[in-house]
Nanobody
Framework: VQLVESGGGLVQTGGSLRLSCATS????????IGWFREAPGKQREGVAC????????DILDSVKGRFTISSDNSRNTVYLEMNSLKPEDTAVYYC??????????????????????WGEGTQVTVSS
């Protein structure tokens, strides 16, 4: 199983980025995938999940209306569209996959939210 994030970078407040999570090694339509972030000095935080099948999504309250999670089954890729970015969105963003379920609301003791597979992360920096 491989998850490769891309699309991070440096952007000014109010700007936009689209993160991509390219996956391989499993049947994409059968896995749930999420985006999580980790800011310096803070615990990992769940940002958005998309649960397959059915594409049910869940979004962190503080990014609702600004971030959108979506998937492209033809490309085995999940996206996180981020608009109106704020300095507090600065973090390393990780995508993760699980064959059962994705939740942003139960970090568990290891802060892996029960997700089986993780990418290496991509840095997002929002300047003020």
């Amino acid at each position: 199983v491989q998850l490769v994030e891309s699309g991070g970078g440096l952007v000014q407040t109010g700007g936009s980025l689209r993160l991509s999570c390219a996956t391989s090694g499993f049947t994409f339509e059968e896995y749930s995938i999420g985006w999580f972030r980790e800011a310096p000095g803070k615990q990992r935080e769940g940002v958005a999940c998309i649960n397959m099948p059915g594409d049910m999504t869940d979004i962190l309250d503080s990014v609702k209306g600004r971030f959108t999670i979506s998937s492209d089954n033809s490309r085995n890729t999940v996206y996180l569209e981020m608009n109106s970015l704020k300095p507090e969105d600065t973090a390393v963003y990780y995508c993760a996959a699980d064959p059962v379920f994705c939740t942003i609301r139960r970090p568990r003791e290891d802060h892996k939210y029960g997700m089986d597979w993780w990418g290496e992360g991509t840095q997002v920096t929002v300047s003020s």
